[in-house]
């Protein structure tokens, strides 16, 4: 498979470009799919990333989710969680503000495919894959996975944990039709966030009230979610 390596706020504008340049030799038919981190996507990339989906730029853009700038040492980004450790938020000054709501920036710019997907729910990531395949326009897919050294987690827990992200509402799958038909696609047991959070070490200096406090914020979420999803 052709692949363009670009830096790492760009990949929304080459993958757009690549696009173009390949519809002007007539091979309209090769997929282009761009490939980003959070930090990628929420933070420095998002302006080219807004701009592709405005123009509904023939791509698909997949946001691989791990929650914090991994690669250059566990530094916050704005998919960061409330409450977690990270080297730039310290267990004394963790996170303050809830995570980007990238789905819902994304829907709102009307793009014919937006889904959220998962390592643990691996059916139902093909068929998403599969589904932006076969859309003309910008499609936008949101992987949560998870990081054994930024969570501070073991490795063999990282299905586990992809799975209780589900589980628990952290993280619900369902995808979002021009930014108007919302889908959940997976009923979570609602199982308690407390389970999700105690094993990852990036929230073990969460109190318990701190603990409540993400489960509420968990529970009213998913309350607005489903009322999209109606
Ligand atoms: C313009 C620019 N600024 C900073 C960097 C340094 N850098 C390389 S990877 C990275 C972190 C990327 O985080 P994310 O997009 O979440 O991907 P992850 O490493 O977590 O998979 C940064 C800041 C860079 N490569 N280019
Ligand atoms: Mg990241």
């Known amino acids: 498979m052709p692949l363009f390596h670009t830096a790492f706020e760009t990949a929304a504008s080459a993958a757009a470009g690549i696009k173009a ?15 980003a981190g959070d930090g990628g996507t929420f933070d420095i990339g998002l302006q080219a990333l807004s ?17 914090a700038y991994m690669n250059t040492g566990i530094q ?15 267990t004394k000054h963790p996170k303050d503000r809830p995570k980007k709501d990238m789905m819902a920036i994304m829907a709102a710019h009307r793009i014919p495919y937006a889904a959220t997907a998962s390592p643990a729910y691996p059916e139902d990531l093909v068929r998403k894959m599969r589904k932006a395949k076969a859309v003309r326009g910008t499609k936008f897919i949101h992987i949560l996975s ?23 509402k952290v993280f619900p799958l369902y995808e979002v039709e021009e930014g108007r038909r919302w889908r959940i696609n997976l009923q979570p047991q609602g199982v308690p966030v407390e389970q999700y959070l105690k094993l990852q070490g990036r929230f073990r200096h969460l109190k318990p ?11 009213a979420e998913w309350e607005r979610l489903n009322a999209l999803a109606r």
Do not use: F, H, M
């Open 51 to 67: 701009g592709a989906a405005e123009r509904n730029d023939d791509i698909i853009y997949v946001c691989y989710d791990n929650e």
């Open 76 to 90: 916050r980004s704005s998919a960061t969680p409330w409450g977690a450790w990270t080297t730039t938020t310290p």
């Open 209 to 219: 009230e701190d603990i409540q406090l993400v489960q509420e914020t968990v529970d």
């Open 146 to 168: 998870p990081c054994p050294p930024g969570w501070k987690t073991a490795s063999e827990l990282s299905i586990k944990l992809a799975r209780l992200a589900v589980q628990t």
């Open 21 to 35: 340049g390949l519809e002007v030799l007539g091979q309209e038919e090769v997929t282009v799919l761009a490939w």
